[in-house]
């Protein structure tokens, strides 16, 4: 992992390599070449350089570190003294504009071929390179979190989706494999809908994504939280059996292994909890109050018993609970840094 001493560029360095930003320069020109027609002074349409793209992505990421992600861009260039002097001397506006419009990932010549056996190959290449890097340069620790995050778009994209739950609603969705502690991510997976035949065409049910985000983990004894939309019981039963990685997690009510008396809450004491026992696993059920009617159940192949953390006091959670509760939020986590610190 990058040393807290490294500039946020230096960590960039990190995981988009000399080769990677030598093809975005590459990639880059052969776009502007095929619209430089477009423009009536040729000095506008000037190709790029490797020096010019890193003076684009220095400029970004300390947009990101000036939390500026919420002003107009010309405000970063304004010359009243309120913005900071390294925009206006490392580029000039109408470059800066320039160069978002036209940076590119990949060959636009082929992309038209590619598209047909994937939805995402504009950025297909780039994307999967950055996530190896990101895998090779640091391993999380004994526990993940596997969660969905969403990236605020609302250009043209076919695979563009609303979340109400989530503060941008419309984006790109992104299921990541982050570290519960460190929140650093180890994997990422775009939801890119229904690809056409061929070899991104892959399964999206919740196990099998679970599955392809935790690759680089499993048999390795690590422990991965999740939330109901990933967990079941042939999932855990899986995973511990055949690949030596234990979950917590929380449980839809509609799944049928649940004993019916786990679900009924209208004779039991609040707070109460029940826990039942099977083979390598854990299911509780816990009613938190006369006040809230809801019943929570969660899941664990970690945990092989039924303590009570004292620690909650009068509300008297299991200790699963208190594990699920502590190693949740890594995605989130991850989600309202970027938003934070957005470029």
């Known amino acids: 992992m990058a040393k807290n001493s490294q500039t946020p560029l230096e960590c960039f360095d990190l995981f988009v390599t000399q080769q990677m930003l030598e093809e975005i320069v ?5 776009h502007i070449r095929i619209y430089k027609e477009k ?12 020096t010019e793209i890193k003076a684009l992505v220095g400029l970004l990421l300390m947009a990101g570190m000036k939390k500026m992600h919420h002003l107009n861009i010309h405000e970063m260039w304004i010359d009243d003294g309120t913005a900071p002097d390294i925009f206006r001397a490392t580029m000039s506006k109408t470059r800066f504009f320039f160069l978002l419009r036209n940076v590119r990932f990949d060959a636009v010549e082929t992309r038209a071929e590619r598209a047909q056996h994937d939805n995402m190959a504009a950025m297909r290449i780039f994307f999967e390179t950055f996530v190896s890097n990101c895998q090779t340069h640091y391993q999380i620790g004994e526990n993940g979190t596997i969660d969905e995050m969403l990236e605020s778009f609302r250009g043209r994209c076919k695979f563009r989706v609303y979340m109400a739950n989530k503060p941008a609603k419309y984006g790109i969705k992104i299921f990541a494999l982050v570290d519960s502690k460190s929140f650093y991510t180890s994997n990422l997976e775009v939801y890119t809908g229904k690809q056409p035949e061929g070899p991104f065409n892959v399964d999206n049910r919740p196990s099998a994504l679970v599955k392809r985000l935790s690759t680089n983990i499993l048999n390795t004894g690590r422990n991965i939280t999740m ?10 039963d899986d995973l511990v059996a055949n690949h030596r990685t234990t ?7 509609n799944k049928k292994e649940i004993p019916p008396c786990f679900l009924n809450i209208k004779d039991r004491d609040k707070p109460s909890t029940m826990f039942g026992f099977g083979e390598k696993k854990v299911l509780i059920s816990y009613v938190p109050n006369k006040k809230n009617k809801k019943v929570v159940l969660l899941l664990s192949t970690l945990h092989n018993d ?12 299991p200790e699963i609970i208190t594990y699920y509760n502590g190693t949740k939020g890594g995605v989130d986590v991850v989600d309202q840094m970027k938003e934070e610190y957005s470029a």
């Open 26 to 30: 590459l990639f880059t020109n052969m």
């Open 39 to 50: 423009f009536s002074r040729e000095r506008d349409t000037k190709e790029t350089d490797l």
């Open 227 to 236: 939330d109901n939309y990933f967990t079941s019981i042939p999932l855990a």
């Open 247 to 253: 979950i917590v997690g929380t449980v839809r009510r």
């Open 306 to 317: 039924n303590k009570i953390d004292e620690t909650t006091g009068a509300a008297q959670k």
